[in-house]
């Protein structure tokens, strides 16, 4: 059965950095086959598109307002993709999913809470 399992979030101040991991398993040929990406839902707010990286290794980032802060890579031996995010800022307080996507079919993990505060 597929399964997507993101961790590596917590508490962290305004200005610091944490690396979110999304481990798959379940998933013929790997993630190596899929694209996979990060979304974030801050309360009260719509489910938002953070960053994707193809699985042409083409890597892209949305919105505005985590380039050049947030960067999405993968690590295919390890079935693994990272969201790398520095200078964090309170307004990136959200539950953090990462999602697969395989054909016709997308698969999205539980979420994790990543709250910005002093």
């Known amino acids: 059965q597929e399964q997507l399992v993101e961790s590596g979030g917590g508490l962290a101040q305004p200005g610091g950095s944490l690396r979110l991991s999304c481990t798959a398993s379940g998933f013929t040929g790997g993630i190596s086959v899929l694209t996979m990406s990060w979304y974030r839902q801050a309360p009260g707010l719509k489910r938002e598109l953070v960053a994707t990286?193809?699985?042409?290794?083409?890597?892209?980032n949305y919105p505005r307002s985590v380039q050049g802060r947030f960067t999405i890579s993968r690590d295919n031996a390890n079935n693994t993709v990272y969201l790398q995010m520095n200078n964090l800022k309170p307004e990136d307080t959200a539950v953090y999913f990462c999602?697969?996507?395989?054909?016709?079919?997308?698969?999205w993990g539980q979420g994790i809470q990543v709250p910005v505060s002093s």
């Open positions: 990286h193809t699985k042409f290794g083409h890597a892209v």
């Open positions: 999602n697969a996507i395989q054909g016709a079919s997308t698969y």
